[in-house]
């Protein structure tokens, strides 16, 4: 029937055999990819056209239906971290913490991880896709817990940085609250008719300031010579001192897959009814991070001006995310988990345990 069809000349469109494009770029091995080339081989003038992009498009706007599994795998999501904030303390490991939000998701309906728990405690808190979780938490320390279910095939995604003895130090309280300004000025700026890339500056011009403030910058402006290749003079952003500590992007579609197309990456790239996706700003800290700069001088004077104020605030990493829908109201915050600094150290105090 395929063979007879590719006789008319009209070009075939192929999907790739795989769930999730984060993990499947190249579908070269697969049943279907063999298939293709073979009548590829066959009829050597076949155009084979790749019908992702159409796919795409067609999923980045939700249905009512889909929305309504997104917020039901949301909640359950809620009920896990929440959970995991009247049990954590000091002594605890990462699996630990790991087991008890996965249990909870599955007691609450979900049927698996939506991905790879990140459960970072101290310096594994500063890198992003971090999943050994197997350290020890120490007392005085933040934990990055980035974790959530899938429900009916529908995933979500929640990230809360708690601290492992109940309250935040001073120093932890300044930089969450950087990351929770920049969070709220996203927010301010994914509406109906927005554009999602005054979503992601609005929020990175908070952090730049906030960093400023706090020394780990020298101006909410000033620039270095990165390690990774850019044009400053294309690229202007790509190459502030901000953008050290502020190393990823602050948002990305929900639904089938937990990176999912989103309307707003599409046409005049401004949100719309539909959209389903997470806003979910961070800083991370290390040292380790100035070590990997090229040594010239715009940077050695970087160094010198933050170096010590780096040392303060070494192996804190802080990341906040939550889930929004976009409706014919607006824009609706969907993973109702306490997220500022008073409403997690009051939960986590509720267990009697905590006294700062």
Known sequence: MVDSLTATGLPVYSLGDFEAADFARADSLTRGAQFLR???????????????????????????????????????SVEGHTEL????????????????????FRRGGGERPAYGSIVGAGPNGTQLHYMKDRREMKPGEVVV??????????????????????FYTPDQKAMYQVVRDGQAAAERNSKPGLSIRAAQDSSLDVRARGLAALG???SASATFDPPWPADCATTPRACQQVMLWAIHGISHGLGLEVHDPIQANYGDRTFRKGDAFTIEPGIYISTH??????????????????????KKYENTGVRIEDDYIITEKGLERISLVPREIAE?????????????
């Open 85 to 104: 904030m009247r049990r954590i303390e000091p002594g605890m490991h990462e699996y630990d913490l790991q087991a008890i939000i996965e249990y909870t």
């Open 344 to 356: 997690i150290e009051a939960l986590m105090r509720l267990r009697g345990r905590i006294t700062p």
């Open 216 to 218: 780990l910058i020298e």
């Open 289 to 310: 991070a100035l070590d990997v700069l090229p040594d010239t001088p715009k940077n050695r004077a970087f160094i010198a001006a933050v170096k010590n104020t780096v």
């Open 145 to 166: 817990v980035d974790a959530a279910t899938e429900y009916d095939g529908y995933a979500t995604d929640i990230t809360r940085t708690l601290p492992v003895s109940g």
């Open 38 to 76: 073979g009548l590829q081989a066959k009829r050597p003038g076949l155009v084979i056209k790749d019908a992702h992009p159409i796919v795409n498009e067609l999923r980045a706007r939700k249905s009512d239906a889909e929305l309504a599994l997104i917020k039901k795998a949301t909640d359950i």
